[in-house]
């Protein structure tokens, strides 16, 4: 699916893009809205009905949400869009999760259903469900026109792994966009460099993280068990922010402004901080529309904390159908009710170097109780982590830190501003002449080496395709 659809649309998206541009705007939504139904059916063609069933479905509810506003049909409608789009998602992601449960306590052998999971159907229903309320709400006047709703839905750029784009963000830009070479060329950019990071960066330090993954348990010692989450660290950000930074790119160039959904998380002084700065899209969703529904904090202390545990258990069932996902949940709600509770206030009297080493060790393990979905091995990972393996470092461990320690290097320069800074700097001191040279020859470098390992490279996962 990742090649397939990566290919697909690096080969065929300058064709689309002319055609995009040479035919009237009364036309660009419905060019839009068939070339991202025939993008998700290149990689996934079986569900391409069941986007359309949610378009159409969300179409009608908001349409009614609006007509009647403030009656009972109006909560109808809401009422359907939610079960709807909720159902929809338990039904394709957490079915044999569930099955798995009940044949476990109970000593049943129901057999699973075996579904493939709709890819970036975490991501639509969200979606699609988030216009319906705010229609409710009032907080959007609902969209008119089926095509250009269904544009708004199956939007490639941001399809399969976000950001989570809410329709009132946009809703302007889908009837009325502006396009400028200015804002063309910035999107290329971006594109290239999200391409690059996701490419060359995320597969990369993505193959250390596979090697120590499969390494024997009594074989990993100390160094390697954390080497192995630095790397898986480095892979889920450069993957997700690459792939974030490819959809905001594309955006650009069809007219479109998507919000940011990363700001260097890797330089947080606090777990609370680093929430606010890694898939902002999703932690803006969950605030709105289940932490701030609940009460957020305005009803006291104790509904405060209460409300934080429901909306991170949710979240990690969002991230996936495994008891992992909701062990990190539950771990980040922990933490981050620690952090309210007193631990902020603490932290603030420490340095800041401090601060970010407790933050960055946290994640760590976080990143731990993510990656892992045995629980047979999680326990004996996190125990080489402190000892309990073969030892504190061996031969094949320096082996493996001298080979990536270049990669390493650069994955974490890139993590924080300082690469976009010195680039600020070079732009101020350099001839404007010879920056956008410069610029021209980095977008051209960069799409030929992304593509050239795309093509070559066996090893291209998507990590949050499954979400």
Not at 230 to 236: E, H, L, P
């Amino acid at each position: 699916m990742v090649f397939s659809s990566l290919t697909f649309l690096l080969f065929y998206l300058p064709a689309v893009l002319a055609v995009y541009y040479l035919v009237p705007a009364k036309l660009k939504n419905p060019v839009l809205f068939v070339f991202s139904l025939l993008f998700y059916a290149w990689g996934e063609p079986v569900y391409v009905g069941l986007m359309i069933f949610s378009t159409v479905l969300d179409y009608c509810c908001g349409r009614a949400a609006e007509a009647y506003r403030g009656t009972k049909k109006a909560k109808a409608a809401l009422i359907v869009s939610v079960v709807v789009n909720l159902g929809l998602l338990c039904f394709f992601k957490y079915t044999d999760f569930l099955l798995t449960t009940i044949n476990g306590v109970f000593g049943l052998s129901i057999p699973l259903l075996n579904l493939p999971l709709p890819i970036g159907i975490s991501f639509y229903t969200f979606q699609t469900m988030s216009y319906t309320i705010d229609v409710y709400r009032g907080d959007t006047k609902a969209q008119k026109n089926l095509i250009s709703f269904g544009a708004y839905v199956s939007l490639f750029p941001q399809l399969i792994a976000g950001p989570i784009v809410r329709y009132q963000t946009i809703a302007a830009q889908i009837d009325h966009r502006v396009h400028t070479a200015d804002l063309f060329s910035s999107g290329v950019k971006r594109f290239v460099c999200g391409l690059a990071k996701k490419v060359l960066l995320a597969n990369n330090i993505g193959l250390l993280w596979n090697t120590i993954s499969q390494t024997e348990l009594s074989g990993l010692t100390v160094v390697s068990a954390w080497l192995g989450l630095i790397a898986f660290g480095f892979q889920g950000y450069f993957d997700f922010s690459g792939y974030s930074d490819m959809a905001i790119g594309l955006g650009r160039m069809f007219g479109f402004s998507f919000c940011e959904n990363f700001e260097y998380p890797y330089i947080s002084a606090s777990v609370t901080e680093f929430w606010r700065r890694w898939h902002i899209s999703m932690g803006t969703w969950f605030r709105d529309y289940v932490y701030i529904p609940l009460g957020g904090n305005r009803r006291g202390f104790k509904i405060q904390l209460r409300n934080i545990a429901i909306v991170w258990l949710l979240t990690g069932f969002w991230h996936g159908a495994a008891w992992n996902y909701v062990l990190w949940g539950i771990f980040y709600g922990l933490l981050l009710m620690l952090e309210k509770f007193f631990l902020l206030e603490k932290l603030k009297k420490f340095p800041a170097a401090v601060a970010r080493l407790y933050t960055l060790l946290c994640v760590l393990v976080g990143w731990g109780l993510f990656a892992i979905e045995d629980f047979s091995k999680l326990g004996g990972y996190f125990g080489a982590m402190f000892g309990a393996g073969a030892g504190f470092c061996d031969n094949n461990t320096l082996w493996q830190l001298s080979s990536y320690l270049p990669l390493l290097g650069i994955c974490l320069v890139a993590s924080t501003p300082l690469a976009s800074k010195l680039y600020g700097w070079l732009r101020e001191k350099c001839v404007p002449a010879a920056m956008t040279a410069a610029d021209s020859c980095g977008i051209v470098c960069g799409m030929l080496l992304s593509t050239a390992y795309l093509v070559s490279g066996s090893y291209n996962p998507f990590l949050y395709f499954r979400f």
